[in-house]
T-cell receptor
């Protein structure tokens, strides 16, 4: 199993550009989420999904869109990048229903710089 | 806003010593988890303790939970250089959202 795979690992954008961070998991997890990690701030939840076709906002959703068309994929879209979105982004997934141990499985992160 | 806050922010010890880090949180929880993050990597789950448990062990890890004080501690015994990492507590107050603290950076020197 590859686990949670994020692409790209590094990206530099100019202010106003758009891009999509990709996240895929091969563990058949119902729950998927996106966090951003900033120095001194810990991890903050951006958006999450409890299954295909179902998404909801987290703590810091502004400036980001998500969709969940399949169980495996949960892309994060930045429609018009801003310097404040410079951060390291983590995708994480877990079992949600039967067998839920609470454990989140994380990808290796995507480091985004917005100039 | 952050649910959890770790203390200390940074900790430096020598190999073989014990490392203790603390987590305080604000609202009622179902469970509390601890994660580890090596530099430049994703987080890895270490241990989960439920709200009706007071102490849990896993290898060299010991976790305590005091729901009356809304606090938890993580003890790593006989630390090794390979334990150098950041450690985060995370609380699950609602079914789908896991909220992380700000982390403790642990440095274990030879």
């Amino acid at each position: 199993n590859a686990g949670v795979t994020q692409t790209p690992k590094f990206q530099v954008l100019k202010t106003g550009q758009s891009m999509t961070l990709q996240c895929a998991q091969d563990m058949n997890h119902e729950y998927m989420s996106w966090y951003r990690q900033d120095p001194g701030m810990g991890l903050r939840l951006i958006h999450y999904s409890v299954g295909a076709g179902i998404t909801d906002q987290g703590e810091v959703p502004n400036g980001y869109n998500v969709s969940r068309s399949t169980t495996e994929d949960f892309p994060l879209r930045l429609l018009s990048a801003a310097p404040s979105q410079t951060s390291v982004y983590f995708c994480a997934s877990k079992i949600l229903w039967e067998g839920d141990t609470g454990e989140l499985f994380f990808g290796e992160g995507s480091r985004l710089t917005v100039l | 806003s952050q649910q959890g806050e770790e203390d200390p922010q940074a900790l430096s010890i020598q190999e073989g010593e014990n490392a203790t880090m603390n987590c305080s949180y604000k609202t009622s929880i179902n469970n509390l988890q601890w994660y580890r993050q090596n530099s430049g990597r994703g987080l890895v789950h270490l241990i989960l303790i439920r709200s009706n448990e007071r102490e849990k062990h896993s290898g060299r890890l010991r976790v305590t939970l005091d729901t009356s004080k809304k606090s938890s501690s993580l003890l790593i015994t006989a630390s090794r250089a390979a334990d150098t990492a950041s450690y985060f507590c995370a609380t699950d107050g609602t079914a789908s959202k896991l909220t992380f603290g700000t982390g403790t950076r642990l440095q274990v020197t030879l």
